[in-house]
């Protein structure tokens, strides 16, 4: 036989063999998405997710994912944590630009399968002495965004009359009530759960005469207010429950800067009404009647309310009544609230 037909002989062999071996070997196929039942959103954590001091997100990264594998999310802030039961969390950043752009990059990654979620966004927050105290747990009937509107100095108008207008335009994106039958849930299934308190924190509490402040930890209720402004004192607390009256949500218990904006976001990307915001209390939101609000926002060392750490534990005690609840009957809440 020639060589050039040998050669040619072989070649047709090589494309053969490699053609059979192309048919045998399976197709590749994507990686499925997570199926996210549950995302627990926190807002910062003080150093790392375990084994020091606990800030928003230990107790929750303690008691899902130890041993998770973190999930790198472009244009989020921190990686999201995901458990064998469609759990899933992270530390979103604070204030509403930060927590809501890394709310909306991991709700667009293809990584995640957000399409029967409920979301549980969970954090710290202030409480007026009127309404609460240190160390309580509170679920968001109503969020409302402190911060759209028009707003002056009291001494630009007429003395005691308010001094924020709303803003038209604003209406669809500035007040969200929260599903009542979810948040409904959510009651029921926490107002059981023990809540630990501090020596330092009953004594803090001691220094308001209001007998809602003196109260020992409880599980509440009630709108909360997002704003980006850490406001403080008596005139910004009286502001935030006039707004929440002008917009018809219920009575102003909660302070905190994120909840209104990531609910927007994802309202708008999946359209969901299976969000609960929960804060836990671990500041008043003005100072007691011997001190200026400066002293109450910048106090002498050894003046702050006491309770922090009993707070945080207290918001994922809480919080993991419900998301353990939902992932136990997920057959039932799968496709949506079921009903009490």
């Known amino acids: 036989m020639p060589r050039f037909a040998l050669k040619v002989s072989c070649t047709a062999l090589w494309t053969l063999a490699a053609l059979c071996l192309a048919r045998a070997a399976p197709a590749a196929t994507p ?8 995302f627990v959103a926190a807002m910062f954590e003080i150093g790392a997710n375990t084994g020091d001091r606990a800030g928003e997100f230990q107790h929750w990264y303690e ?22 039961d469609g759990v899933c969390g992270a530390v979103l950043g604070m204030g509403k630009v930060n927590s809501s752009a890394s709310m909306q990059a991991i709700l667009l990654n293809p990584a995640f399968d957000f399409s029967r979620s409920y979301y549980l966004l969970s954090g710290v927050g202030g409480t ?3 309404r609460g105290t240190i160390g309580e747990v509170n679920w968001a009937s109503w969020l409302v965004d402190f911060d759209l509107g028009h707003r002056w100095a009291p001494e630009e108008n007429t003395p005691g009359a308010p001094t924020f207008m709303p803003r038209k335009g604003y209406e669809a994106y500035r007040v969200f009530q929260l599903n009542p039958a979810l948040v409904g849930w959510a009651l029921q299934l926490s107002q059981g759960v023990p809540l630990a308190d501090s020596d330092a ?52 218990v909660i302070t905190e800067m994120e909840a209104a904006a990531l609910v927007l976001v994802i309202q708008r990307t999946h359209g969901t009404d299976r969000i ?20 109450h926002l910048d106090p002498a060392p050894g003046e702050t309310a006491g309770g922090f750490p009993e707070t945080v534990q207290n918001i994922e005690a809480v919080g993991a009544r419900v998301v353990d609840h939902i992932v136990a009957h997920w057959p039932q809440w799968r496709d949506g609230v079921p009903a009490r």
């Not at 990686?31 to 549950?38: A, E, G, L, R, T």
């Not at 609960?276 to 002293?295: C, K, M, W």
């Open 201 to 252: 924190a009953r004594a803090y509490r001691l220094r308001y005469p209001d007998a809602a402040a003196r109260r020992a930890p409880f599980v509440g209720t009630g709108t909360h207010m997002t704003g980006d402004t850490f406001f403080h004192g008596p005139g910004f607390s009286q502001q935030a429950q006039y707004i929440a009256k002008l917009y018809g949500a219920d009575d102003y």
């Open 128 to 130: 007026p002495p009127s």
């Open 31 to 38: 990686q499925q998405p997570i199926q996210v039942k549950v």
């Open 63 to 84: 008691r899902y994912w130890k041993n998770a594998t973190p999930i790198a999310v472009p244009g989020a802030l921190n990686p999201v944590y995901c458990n064998t």
């Open 276 to 295: 609960l915001s929960l804060r836990g209390a671990v500041n008043f939101d003005q100072g007691n009647p011997h001190e200026t609000t400066l002293q």
